[in-house]
C-alpha cells in the first residue's frame, strides 16, 4: 500500500504566500501523474495542477500563474508553491497519485484565505 501525507496548510491573510508538501510512503510507487486537487465545503473535489514523471505540469485557470508544482522523485514528494493567495483559494487540498492501474489519494491538508 501507499500512504500519501499533506502538510503546509493553514491560516494567511490574502496576498500571502504557502507551501505544500506531499510526502509518500509505503511501497516502492513512481507514478505517472501526481496532482493537486482541493475542495470547498458543499463543492465538489476538482483538479488544480498536475505534474508528469518527467516535470511536465499542468495547471487550471484559477491558479495559473499563482501556483507552483513541483515533484521529488528520490524523495517521493509532490509540493505546491503557492502565492498572491486568494478567499477563494479556501479549502482542503489533497495530494493524488496515479497511473494507468492505481491511485492513492492523501487526507488532505486545510488552507485557510483571510481577506
Known amino acids: 500500500q501507499v500512504q500519501l501525507v499533506e502538510s503546509g496548510g493553514g491560516l494567511v491573510q490574502a496576498g500571502g504566500s504557502l507551501h505544500l508538501t506531499c510526502k509518500a510512503s509505503g511501497r516502492a510507487f513512481v507514478p505517472s501523474t501526481m496532482g493537486w486537487y482541493r475542495q470547498a465545503p458543499g463543492t465538489q473535489r476538482t483538479l488544480i495542477a498536475r505534474i508528469q514523471r518527467h516535470g511536465l505540469a499542468t495547471y487550471e485557470d484559477p491558479v495559473k500563474g499563482r501556483f507552483t508544482i513541483a515533484r521529488d522523485n528520490d524523495k517521493n514528494e509532490l509540493y505546491l508553491q503557492m502565492s498572491d493567495l486568494k478567499p477563494e483559494d479556501t479549502a482542503t487540498y489533497y495530494c493524488?497519485?496515479?497511473?494507468?492501474?492505481?491511485?492513492?489519494w492523501g487526507r488532505g491538508t486545510q488552507v485557510t484565505v483571510s481577506s
Open positions: 493524488k497519485a496515479w497511473d494507468p492501474v492505481e491511485r492513492f
